[in-house]
């Protein structure tokens, strides 16, 4: 069964930084495409950024925080990470990492059969 656990979510000032983390526990995540989402309130979840399964090599991000984040991925730590910079008030939302080893690269919710808990971002103008 897959787990995934994120972390690195907190109160930041319009401009700032922050690193999220989505780890799982298992010896395949590898394997496994990852992507993160984000839902604000009163708002629908929407797509953030993708990594594809194995090397990681290949990358997607939706247009809004396209040269602000990036994704990453540690093998050795069976960790996903998403740096994120210049970060806007409209940032803020709760984040969600998804996997799936179905693809081994997705953008959209319904490809994802793996879920976290999410953890909350605060972006504070």
């Known amino acids: 069964q897959v787990q995934l656990v994120e972390s690195g979510g907190g109160l930041v000032q319009a401009g700032g930084s922050l690193r999220l983390s989505c780890a799982h526990s298992?010896?395949?995540?590898?394997?496994?495409?990852v992507a993160w989402f984000r839902q604000a309130p009163g708002k629908e979840r929407e797509f953030v950024a993708a990594i594809s399964s194995w090397t990681g090599g290949t990358t997607y991000y939706a247009d809004s925080v396209k040269g602000r984040f990036t994704i990453s991925r540690d093998t050795a730590k069976n960790t996903v990470y998403l740096q994120m910079s210049s970060l806007k008030p409209e940032d803020t939302a709760i984040y969600y990492c998804?996997?799936?080893?179905?693809?081994?690269?997705?953008?959209?919710?319904?490809?994802?059969?793996?879920w976290g808990q999410g953890t909350q971002v605060t972006v504070s103008s």
């Open positions: 298992g010896r395949t995540f590898s394997s496994y495409a």
């Open positions: 998804a996997a799936t080893n179905r693809l081994s690269m997705a953008t959209t919710i319904g490809q994802y059969d793996y």
